[in-house]
Antibody, heavy 118, light 107 residues
Framework: QLRLQESGPGLVKPSETLSLTCTVSGDSINSGSYYWGWIRQAPGKGLEWIGSVYYSGTTFYNPSLKSRVSISLDTSKNQFSLRLNSVSAAGTGTYYC??????????WGQGTLVNVSS | SSDLAQDPFVSVALGQTAKITCRGDSLRIYFPSWYQQKSGQAPILVYGKNNRPSGIPDRFSGSTSETTASLTVTGAQAEDEAVYFCSSRDSSGLHLLFGGGTKLTVL
């Protein structure tokens, strides 16, 4: 059974960099043609795709965040990571990692709450 | 438009049929996926690429016509009360999109 688990600081100061890691267990992240993505949800709001990394390492980002976001794979640790620069209060919310194919996100992490505040 | 539009609220009587819709130009090209999110929980996939994942009740079904996708819950149960999100690719095919979500209330 594939499992994804997010980890990282729960509090980030405005203008600083948000860094999260997703640890995958149950399968190798480069074993198939999957994307590994980050999705966030502001409190009481909908889902927003941040970006994804293909198993080959190719990345795709939400155009509205592209200038500030970086996603990378670490196959040696079976992890992938998110870095979001220059965060503001609007970045507060729950951050999920997920595996997806062309569209469907079939496995999700439980989510990690990040508060952007001084 | 590269957006996916959902009605914010749908209600259904217990045991009746609920239809949740999602509209977007990219649905002509890409299959939608549907997610159920209950309060305080991560979303789960309930329908994607014309099939249900293992463990999802067969009362959930999906369809697409032109630019409108639908998730139908036939014989809605109290435990189906949740927010449902649709998802697809944008017209470029490079980016994922999510609809704004539909809160399903089972009366």
């Amino acid at each position: 059974q594939l499992r994804l688990q997010e980890s990282g600081p729960g509090l980030v100061k405005p203008s600083e960099t948000l860094s999260l890691t997703c640890t995958v267990s149950g399968d190798s992240i480069n074993s198939g043609s999957y994307y590994w993505g980050w999705i966030r949800q502001a409190p009481g709001k909908g889902l927003e795709w941040i970006g994804s990394v293909y198993y080959s390492g190719t990345t795709f980002y939400n155009p509205s965040l592209k200038s500030r976001v970086s996603i990378s794979l670490d196959t040696s640790k079976n992890q992938f990571s998110l870095r979001l620069n220059s965060v503001s209060a609007a970045g507060t919310g729950t951050y999920y990692c997920a595996r997806h194919g062309t569209v469907a996100c079939d496995y999700w992490g439980q989510g990690t709450l990040v508060n952007v505040s001084s | 438009s590269s957006d996916l539009a959902q009605d914010p609220f749908v209600s259904v009587a217990l045991g009746q049929t609920a239809k949740i819709t999602c509209r977007g130009d990219s649905l002509r090209i890409y299959f939608p996926s549907w997610y159920q999110q209950k309060s305080g929980q991560a979303p789960i996939l309930v329908y994607g690429k014309n099939n249900r994942p293992s463990g999802i009740p067969d009362r959930f079904s999906g369809s697409t016509s032109e630019t409108t996708a639908s998730l139908t819950v036939t014989g809605a149960q109290a435990e189906d009360e949740a927010v449902y999100f649709c998802s697809s690719r944008d017209s470029s095919g490079l980016h994922l999109l999510f609809g704004g979500g539909t809160k399903l209330t089972v009366l």
